[in-house]
């Protein structure tokens, strides 16, 4: 019988869990496998970590780990990753956006012999045009600057214990994980689905949390962005050897440049442009170092639980249990 981790990032999804525990328990209820729920409460400001406490007493093989304060998403997988023991470990949201009916699905494929087995969406959803423009353009980057991630990937997937043990090399404080698990290669599956709406209706993915979170993937895991700033450099070197070489065949020719200024002025323009550019890039790149250098941990643990134990005595992990509700 094998054992599977099923790891949920959660931030203020006190409203969420409860139908999100019910879907997931009746999914697995009639499984072979044995099933451990770990959650980890991203520094919610809402009743999470209580609403995690109450819903999780009915189910033996229910973990929960509580962030000092909100580091992120990806400190949350990264959290859950590290503290899971078991054969196989599955990462989902507890928005049911990741459908808790594909988890046979996708254990099926991975007792198959994929050792990744990753969930793509057929379509994005309802969601607002800002969110859905940017998320397209996020990809068609990541696709141009041939970053190793499927496009529509999810971070819906479920890794091997073989893998999960490569991934815990990374020793980077930032992380990508959709193109960490990806770049690791190994055998992978896809299992395609369609997204549903949000339980409680509203997602907390803003047009700037988005961008940043954009830009710091694409930093933390590529140095293609800084290859680009190297071609632009060379694309501004071209555009001036040719209009001096123009200016010095007027020069020559006697003939009067026409509306000179203008030129000199968009020309100023398109270098400033491209040198404000470039530093951007360089500057995020650096930002990137500063936080590595500093070593800093990837996130801070302030609770734990476990509903076989309790709160006390649980600085250290389990092995996976049996999810099934307590007879």
Same mark, same amino acid.
């Given at each position: ?134 998320? !397209? &353009? *996020?990809?068609?980057? =990541? /696709?141009? %600057? ?12 479920? @890794? ?48 700037? !949390? &988005? *961008?940043?979170?954009? =830009? /710091?993937? %694409? ?12 071609? @632009? ?95």
């Amino acid at each position: 019988m094998s054992s599977i981790a099923i790891v949920v990032p959660a931030f203020n999804e006190a409203k969420t869990l409860r139908p999100f525990f019910d879907a997931l328990a009746a999914v697995v209820a009639p499984l072979p496998d044995q099933f451990e729920l770990l959650v980890v409460d991203d520094g919610s400001s809402d009743r999470t970590w209580e609403e995690i406490q109450r819903l999780a007493s009915p189910y033996l093989a229910v973990r929960a780990i509580r962030f000092s304060r909100n580091f992120g998403k990806e400190a949350a997988i990264a959290a859950g990753l590290e503290s899971a023991h078991a054969d196989a470990v599955m990462v989902m949201d507890a928005d049911l956006q990741h459908p808790p009916g594909l988890v046979p699905e996708i254990v099926e494929q991975w007792h198959r012999g994929a050792a990744i087995v990753q969930a793509i969406k057929t379509n994005r959803g309802p969601e607002n045009l800002v969110y859905s423009a940017f998320s !397209r &353009l *996020f990809y068609g980057v =990541l /696709r141009r %600057l041939d970053v190793t991630s499927a496009e529509n990937a999810t971070d819906f997937c479920l @890794l091997d214990a073989e893998v999960l043990q490569e991934w815990r090399r990374f020793r980077e404080t930032g992380l990508f994980f959709r193109g960490m698990s990806a770049w690791l290669g190994f055998a992978t599956a896809r299992v395609p689905f369609e997204v549903p709406p949000r339980s409680d209706g509203r997602s907390r993915w803003t047009g700037l !949390r &988005l *961008f940043r979170y954009a =830009l /710091r993937s %694409l930093t933390a895991f590529t140095s293609a962005p800084l290859h680009l700033v190297t071609v @632009l450099g060379l694309v501004v070197l071209l555009c001036a050897v040719v209009l001096g070489t123009r200016a010095l065949i007027l020069k020559i020719s006697g003939e009067v440049p026409i509306d000179g200024v203008t030129t000199i002025i968009l020309l100023i323009l398109f270098i400033g442009s491209c040198l404000m550019l470039g530093l951007g890039v360089i500057g995020e790149y650096v930002a990137r170092i500063y936080d590595e250098v500093k070593g800093r941990p990837r996130y801070i643990v302030q609770d734990r639980y476990d509903a076989a134990v309790g709160p006390a005595n649980t600085r250290q992990g389990s092995a996976a249990r049996d999810m099934r509700p307590k007879s």
